[in-house]
Structure formats: C-alpha cells, structure tokens
C-alpha cells in the first residue's frame, strides 16, 4: 500500500503552501510533549500564539480564572507568566478544566507555519504509536514538521520524525527507498538508535534542545520527553476555532507498530483501556 508521507527537517525547508493534507508538528524538547500532557491532565484546551504579546492579548480576553499563561523564552518562565514549557509543570490539580494561553520559541511557530494543512497534529514520544494509528486511518498526504531550535535542525525532532516515519513505512509495507531524501535521512537516523536504549537517550541530551536543557539545569524534562507511549492523547489544532483539543478519532490501540528502543520492531498486538485524560 503506496502512502505519501514527508519529514521536513526545518519548517524553513518546506513552504507554508505546500503543507496540506495532514501534518504533525513535531517540537519533542518541549512542545509538543508539553501540550500532550496538558491536555492528558484534563486542560480544557491549549491556545497556541506565535508571540508573548499575542498570549497576553488572548488572555485578557477570556473570563477571570479560567485562563493560565504557560510557555517560555529562551527555555525559562516568561515574566507574568503562570506556567513554563516544562511538562512536569501541567498536572491535573493546576491544569484541569483550564484553557493555557500558550507560546513557546519554536513549537507555536512550526503550528502556525502549518496553517494551509486540512488537519494539524501535535507528535512526541509520549503519543507516538496513537499518532501513528490516526496516520494509518487519514488518506491524504502526511507531513512530519520538525520545529527545530532557534531555526536550526534539532536532532530529537529528526529522530521523533524518524521514529513515526519507520512506524509508517512498516504498517503499510513500503521501502524506505520509497520516500525523499529528507524521510529517508529521518527513518535512518532513527534506525540507527532503535536497538539500543543507551545510544537513544543519549541522542536526546546531547541533541541542540538536550544541550539547552542541560544547562539550563532541566535534565529532567528530557528524560519525560523520552518516554514512549505514556499519553494516549493526540493533540490538534482546530482552525476554526483556534484551540488545541484532543482529536476525537482517536482508539485504544490493537496494534503497536512502532517500540521503544530495545525492543523488537515488530508489530505486535497489544491491549490497552479506552483512552482518557488521566495521568
């Protein structure tokens, strides 16, 4: 079964136009795993903004209390806001029933830049076999949106995107010679790391984003971001409304075509609860 699917290493390398179909902006260090597990610990929603300014102007918008600021500049706690970019941060008894007004350095960018696609997920670690089963089920193109670190390539994006790449390529039975350089470079990449949980968690710290995070003292966010399958939550973008919500197609999984490091990549069957929002 011939399916288009592309990884985009930097949203630089791809034009806005061209992302239409379905496309998963993947920002792991720490994005894309923030958002995941804000809307998990039961946020009502995740208001994504390209600007500090722009947060702050939502914000003001909405009833008292029903509101929490949440990203980060330069890795850390923007000023006047409520919450940073760390996941460990949006835990049910702060987050739960609360909309997060939300903007970060490159992961709300790598959102915007997505704006022609028909649908708009959020990918990590945390989510990665869930994104992979919606993927299997939409017909239209799928694009892997890598948001990088300050407009350079970060490796724990390209691996993410290899990871979902080589989860794709097995479920419908396609070579890897038959996606583009920048895919192949993707699922390579992440090949390179799958039999090897070491080498795995190594690549995430010693990654751009890893290194920022070590010293900034935030080691521990990268270990969360490194988990696999915790979440079984795939955030997306509604364009009409402007929200990050939980996608509703989202199913309890039957198979599980992607792995942690370590273990064999074969699809195997698997058995879990309906999906929730508890953590």
């Given amino acids: 079964m011939n399916r288009e699917l592309f990884v985009h290493l930097l949203p630089e390398l791809v034009e806005s136009g061209r992302l239409e179909g379905v496309v998963v902006v993947l920002d792991v260090l720490r994005a894309s795993t923030t958002i995941t597990q804000a809307l998990a610990a039961g946020a009502a929603s995740v208001v994504p903004c390209a600007s500090v300014d722009e947060a702050r102007r939502i914000a003001a918008t909405h009833p008292g209390g029903s509101t929490l600021l949440g990203g980060e500049r330069g ?24 909309t ?4 970060t350095t490159n992961g709300t960018r790598a959102l915007k830049h997505a704006g022609s696609a028909r649908r708009r997920l959020v990918g990590a670690f945390v989510n990665a076999s869930f994104v992979i089963d919606l993927l299997l089920r939409e017909s239209d193109c799928v694009h892997l949106l890598c948001a990088g670190t300050n407009g350079r390539i970060s490796s724990e994006d390209v691996l993410c995107a290899g990871a979902l790449a080589h989860g794709f390529r097995l479920a419908t039975g396609q070579a890897a010679a038959a996606f583009d350089d920048q895919t192949q470079i993707a699922i ?4 390179s790391c799958a039999a090897d949980p070491v080498r795995f968690r190594t690549t995430m710290r010693t990654s751009y984003g890893g290194r920022n995070l070590h010293e900034l003292g935030l080691e521990a966010d990268i270990d969360i971001a490194a988990g696999w399958d915790l979440l079984p939550i795939v955030p997306e973008l509604i364009s009409a409304s402007g929200l990050i919500q939980p996608a509703p197609d989202v199913r309890p999984l039957t198979t ?10 074969v699809p195997i069957p698997t058995i879990h609860s309906s999906p929730n929002t508890q953590h």
Wanted: aromatic fraction near 14%; proline fraction near 10%.
């Fill in 75 to 98: 890795g850390t706690l923007i000023d006047g806001f409520d919450l940073d970019n760390s996941p460990a941060s949006y835990t049910r008894d702060v987050v739960e029933g609360k």
């Fill in 256 to 265: 599980r075509w992607l792995h942690p490091p370590g273990e064999p990549s």
């Fill in 100 to 103: 997060i007004v939300f903007t």
């Fill in 188 to 191: 390579r990449f992440y090949e």
